[in-house]
């Protein structure tokens, strides 16, 4: 298993499973933020009917289950054996949801028939070097296509390639990944570098209450 692989198991048993239903009684939803029941929907990807959509680090699946009971063909990747392994348990059984463990870079090279829509919420995006990602996503989106992604805010100050630090136990140093940080006006002009369209990247902010960090939602057309 790859040290990056090792690192999400980490940090997928730290995470929460997803709720049972969410504020509207809903048991599958999508969510952009790191806030429940809180922003936009799956409506940010402009999906067609019955699409081909990729979830680049899905985790534990919650939202390519959603869109795949929205009737859409839902592929998630992800590293990490034990996130999909919890996606499998929960969502394994849903029709139109195909999962795998896999690199992204991978993946996109690898796959010959394409996608209408390609996001990534707090995911591989966020966590791989744009130089590869981007050129791969491109390849594979449709004419048209959207890619919809969405991660933190950069911290002022520190943009381009940051360290993500997962922490394990208390005598253990933490486990270390790449993640890539830029001002919205960086990433419009990084997505349009390769080739992207219709470039769009604001900040929502976070709902009311103590916390007042927002979420970075980047959306672009093929």
């Given at each position: 298993m790859t040290d990056t692989a090792i690192a999400w198991d980490t940090y997928s048993r730290q995470r929460p499973e997803?709720?049972?239903?969410?504020?509207?009684?809903?048991?599958?939803?999508?969510?952009?933020?790191?806030?429940?029941?809180?922003?936009?929907?799956?409506?940010?990807l402009e999906a067609p009917a019955g699409a081909r959509v990729l979830d680049l680090?899905?985790?534990?699946?919650?939202?390519?289950?959603h869109l795949a009971a929205l009737?859409?063909?839902?592929?998630?990747?992800?590293?990490?054996?034990?996130?999909?392994?919890?996606?499998?348990?929960?969502?394994?059984?849903?029709p139109g949801l195909d999962l795998r463990q896999v690199e992204a870079v991978t993946f996109l090279r690898e796959d010959r028939d394409g996608f209408d829509a390609v996001y990534s919420v707090y995911g591989a995006v966020w966590f791989t070097d744009p130089a590869r990602l981007l050129p791969a996503i491109r390849e594979r989106l449709h004419p048209g296509?959207?890619?919809?992604?969405?991660q933190r805010p950069p911290v002022a100050g520190c943009y381009g390639c940051q360290?993500?630090?997962?922490?394990?136990?208390?005598?253990?140093?933490?486990?270390?990944?790449?993640?890539?940080?830029?001002?919205?006006?960086?990433?419009?002009?990084?997505?349009?570098?390769?080739?992207?369209?219709?470039v769009t990247a604001d900040v929502l902010a976070a709902p009311p209450g103590k916390r007042t960090t927002g979420t970075l939602i980047v959306r672009a057309r093929a």
């Open positions: 997803r709720r049972p239903t969410n504020a509207r009684g809903e048991t599958t939803w999508f969510n952009w933020t790191q806030y429940p029941d809180h922003g936009p929907g799956a409506e940010l680090g899905c985790g534990k699946g919650g939202n390519a289950a009737g859409h063909c839902a592929v998630g990747v992800d590293v990490s054996p034990e996130q999909l392994a919890a996606a499998r348990e929960r969502w394994g059984q849903a296509g959207r890619l919809v992604f969405s360290a993500s630090y997962i922490p394990r136990g208390a005598d253990e140093d933490p486990l270390v990944v790449k993640r890539w940080d830029y001002e919205p006006d960086a990433w419009e002009r990084v997505l349009k570098e390769h080739g992207f369209t219709d």
